[in-house]
């Protein structure tokens, strides 16, 4: 195989020799080469099905708007559900009934969403700050505001039904079976579903971990005194829990289940018996929650990992991790349960294996969503295509800036030497040796994540490559006879950098633009993976995958599309990046 | 030779110094401080209140003051400060994790180098035969291949699916004591992790070998040694294989921090609790000194392994310590 290509090229020079030799013209260089370079690529058949996928995803990508059967703005105005990650508005907590589940903004911002149809019921701004996680009970939504009030809103429409001044921030709310019960520093308060103050308890000493229940009102004191309110207020103390103080626990049923120092408790209220179910081996991360249903325990940790304990065996069954903190949780059918987060995702989550049922809205192949649709019922294929279009331009956007400016540096640098060369190449040598993605997780956090600051921080990282790449190129230039008789003519140092340097350089140049819209791809896709990219709602194919990973046991074919699409974007890129090196570059072939 | 290697730690020290500077200019570059925090909680404070603060964390003084402080904790203490996130010293959240690190970037590099080795000489010496192709095509496969998607479809199938290994992790709550059962206990959850952040250097290093043994065969010595009549066995391990893997020891060794970056992603996809996962973890939760210092580690371990790289490279190769 080998020998065969090397008599075509042999073939092929010397025809091309004859031919110049008869035709007694010499041909301008440079057209030549380019002819050649052309006729070399096109026998790489890697190379040709390369450059036809890229142009395919490059088409799609330039008509996205076009061949989408579905608006993706009208999608994500369907579900202004999800508030971006990273920003000071943030969800201060989410409630839910059996059809409703409503999230409350830090801002002020109120959205409900019906689960049964999965559509947004009603909206209320009240362009004050909420402070408080809100509560449910009696058909109200509770929440204290920035105004130190304790505000009551009705959970069918959204309207307000009573607001009370209590002097104060208002910490925590709950709903009890009689109303609300709310705390502000060392005071309690409990009024009734239409806005009657029942009483008002000081409780001294650091309050900082309890629970309240719909059941019964209910306090755990820092000191693990667990106590209890009669209707009048008159506070008792049903239990102490000694050294085991509770991290986060949960009330069911008479029992009180509860994370302390690594282990799993459980204290029954009736027979006082404190009894230790087993340890969460291994996990670093604070507990946020923890919530008993089924006979199964449900544990969140701050930072989005979550397990699953069996109470019965005493340990832990499953563990998973999600993106974003989780808020609240509620009891949901057999053995599952509804997990509400930080940023603005619902999750059903069962307890046996830790799978997600996604809420009703993620289906499969269908007439009309020919890939499916995600979590929040948007039709995956058009969120492909819009994807595409994110990360080819970011790609190709990322690679034009960084050739000019690695070419402007590697050229001038190189032409002139001396020691800021020398600097600036050692500077240049240590940046790449570092671990890229780090710093750029760094660098899209300090700028604020977008697709601008994307850009700019790719840009930083990636014309050092293309500098090197030129100023070693410009060293041998620089010394070469044409170089020489241009400066004999009188040339400056501007023109023969610009006309006689740089577009010597541009074959290798354009081999290490091509690989560089893959490396930027695949930066993008794994930062917006982690959440530090492209931030939803807009789609990028790495977005979509960090989604898509919650749903991997129920909904497998919503990782497989972005990350195929990656995959082979990169692939074409890499076969055409091959195909024009072995093409532009003669004396690298053979050594491959 | 020591002259050489007392030259090159010299030339590392004010490299250290920038990386100490640089770090502490990105982290008073990152949005908000204590102060906002604290303000956020306690929104009445007042601005006397405010001042206060700022003088107590030495908020008030100026830039080279504040690093100056901040750099002589470091170095008298070892103290690098406190986590905002965990409210634990950032020392004891390292030292928790960076154990479980050092397992999956060792196990991964020793997994990429007894691949990447014999497939790159057995591709050299087979150039162009079927077998050859079939790496050439696995190599651009790992080149292409985005590893957090290759580590979900791995979680998919070998974990959701088969049910061979767990789904995340680091170790089983309760194993038989014993060292062997310890180590397949420990392996069993880092197998995925391990393909998962070596594919692509796995790939490189293949192609790399690949190139330096077709450029090694073809000088004069092995033909000089070939008309000798020495065996061929003993001319390609003997002979070529010695000068061949040389720069690829260097390669190697250059590659041990960039693996890092791949397993901020590797831990974020298996939630395998270690200083990758840290590290994003502390972003998200703008928990920046935590972020920062490991930052911080990352680069003086590059700055390490170029040293020991250069001083490998000057031991084998002795016309370096001359230029």
């Known amino acids: 195989m080998a020998n065969n290509k090397d008599n075509q090229k042999q073939e092929m020079k010397t025809s091309e020799e004859k031919r110049v030799f008869e035709e007694g013209i010499i041909e301008h260089k440079p057209t030549s080469f380019v002819k050649i370079a052309i006729n070399r690529f096109f026998r790489h058949k890697l190379g040709i099905i390369g450059l036809i996928v890229f142009l395919l995803f490059a088409i799609s990508a330039i008509f996205a708007n076009q061949l989408a059967p579905h608006s993706i703005t009208d999608q994500n105005l369907r579900n202004r559900f999800a508030p971006p990650t990273l920003t000071r508005v943030y969800p201060t907590g989410s409630v839910a009934t059996p059809d409703l589940s409503v999230n409350t903004m830090n801002n002020g911002e109120i959205f409900s969403r019906d689960l049964t149809f999965g559509i947004p019921s009603w909206y209320q701004n009240l362009e004050q700050d909420i402070t408080s996680h809100p509560a449910v009970s009696h058909d109200n939504l509770y929440f204290g505001t920035g105004e130190n009030k304790l505000m009551a809103l009705s959970l069918s429409n959204g309207s307000e039904e009573w607001t009370t001044d209590l002097g104060q921030n208002i910490e925590m709310v709950w709903g009890t079976a009689d109303g609300v019960m709310a705390r502000s520093g060392e005071q309690f308060f409990h009024f009734s579903a239409d806005g009657q103050k029942f009483w008002e308890v000081s409780i001294p000493g650091t309050l900082d971990k309890f629970t309240g229940t719909l059941e019964r009102p209910l306090v755990i004191t820092d000191e693990g005194e667990i106590l209890s309110f009669s209707i009048e207020g008159e506070k008792q103390t049903l239990a102490s829990l000694d050294d085991a103080v509770p991290e ?47 006979e199964y325990l449900f544990l969140a940790f701050s930072g989005g990992l979550s397990k699953g304990f069996d109470p019965e065996k005493g340990e832990v069954i499953w563990d998973r991790e999600d993106s974003g903190q989780l808020i609240s949780v509620r009891a949901g059918e057999e053995h599952r349960v509804e997990t509400f ?88 040598d240590f940046l790449l040796s570092i671990p890229a993605l780090p710093i750029l997780m760094i660098m899209t956090y300090i700028l604020g994540p977008s697709f601008q600051t994307m850009i700019i921080a790719l840009a930083i990282l990636g014309w050092m490559s293309i500098a090197r790449v030129v100023r070693s190129q410009t060293l041998s230039l620089k010394e070469q006879d044409f170089t020489e008789a241009a400066r004999a003519l009188g040339a400056t140092n501007r023109r023969i950098i610009l006309r006689h340097i740089i577009p010597n350089t541009l074959a290798p140049v354009l081999v290490a633009m091509t690989l560089m819209v893959a490396g930027a791809i695949l930066s993008e896709s794994q930062l917006s993976y982690l959440g530090l990219g492209i931030q939803p709602p807009t789609p990028s194919w790495g977005n979509m995958l960090m989604n898509a ?3 991997l046991t129920t909904a497998p074919w919503l990782a497989v599309w972005p990350g195929l699409c990656i995959f082979l974007t990169l692939l074409s890129i890499n076969f055409l990046g091959d195909a024009m090196r072995d093409a532009l570059d003669p004396k690298l072939k053979g050594r491959d | 030779m020591w002259v050489y290697i007392i030259r090159r730690i010299m030339q590392v020290i004010p490299v250290l110094i920038l990386i100490s500077i640089a770090s502490f200019a990105l982290l008073n570059a990152m949005p908000g401080d204590p102060i906002a925090d604290l303000l956020m909680a306690d929104p009445e404070m007042s601005e006397e209140d405010v001042a206060n603060l ?10 080279h003051t504040r690093y100056l402080r901040w750099m002589g904790a470091i170095l008298t203490q070892g103290d690098l400060g406190m986590s905002q996130q965990y409210k634990v010293p950032v020392t004891t959240l390292i030292a928790r994790n960076i154990e479980n ?29 079927l077998g050859d192709y079939f790496w050439t095509g696995f190599a651009f496969f790992g080149f292409s291949v985005p590893n957090h998607w290759l580590g979900l479809l791995l979680l998919f199938v070998f974990a959701f699916q088969l049910g061979w290994v767990p789904i995340g992790g680091f170790r089983s709550i309760r194993v038989e004591p014993g060292f062997w059962n310890e180590f397949f206990d420990r392996l069993r959850y880092l197998i995925l992790p391990m393909i998962t952040l070596g594919i692509s250097s796995m790939a490189g290093w293949m192609r790399y070998m690949r190139s330096t043994m077709l450029e090694v065969i073809r000088e ?22 010695r000068n061949a893997v040389l720069p690829v020891i260097t390669l190697v060794m250059l590659a041990i921090p960039v693996m890092f970056g791949g397993a901020v992603i590797t831990e974020a996809v298996f939630v395998y609790p270690g200083m990758g996962r840290l590290f994003w973890h502390a972003l998200i939760n ?17 700055v390490i392994f170029n040293l020991l790289a250069d001083i490998l490279y000057a031991w084998v190769d002795p016309r370096i310590r001359y230029d």
Request: hydrophobic share 45%.
């Open chain 1, 248 to 294: 986060t626990a949960h009330f069911h049923e008479g029992n009180i289940y509860f994370l302390s120092g690594g282990y799993v408790y459980n204290f029954n209220l009736d027979e006082k018996e404190l009894t230790e179910l087993g340890s969460i081996n291994g996990i670093t991360d604070e507990p946020v929650k923890i919530h008993y249903h089924q």
């Open chain 1, 341 to 428: 987060w930080n940023n603005g995702s619902h999750r059903i989550i069962n307890l046996e294996t830790g799978g997600t049922t996604s809420s009703r809205m993620v289906q499969g192949f269908s007439d009309i969503h020919i890939l499916g649709t995600d979590e929040l019922g948007r039709d995956v294929f058009s969120r492909i295509l819009a994807g595409g279009r994110v990360s080819l331009s970011l790609g190709i956007i990322v690679s034009i800036v960084c050739v000019t400016v690695g070419t402007v540096v590697g050229a001038t640098s190189g032409y002139f030497g001396g020691v800021v060369d020398s600097i600036i190449m050692r500077f240049v």
């Open chain 1, 549 to 551: 990973r919650q749903y």
């Open chain 2, 54 to 63: 700022r003088r107590i964390y030495g908020l008030d003084q100026p830039f």
């Open chain 2, 101 to 129: 690190t050092v397992y999956l970037i060792g196990s991964s590099f020793i997994l990429s180098i007894l691949v990447a080795i014999p497939i790159g000489i057995f591709s050299a010496l087979r150039q162009y035969s």
């Open chain 2, 220 to 241: 004069d010595y092995i033909r000089t040694a070939r008309a000798k009549g020495v065996a061929e066995r003993i001319i390609i391990y003997k002979h070529a294989l």
């Open chain 2, 286 to 302: 703008h928990d920046q000194l935590v972020a920062m210092s490991i930052i911080m580690i990352i680069a003086v371990m590059v």
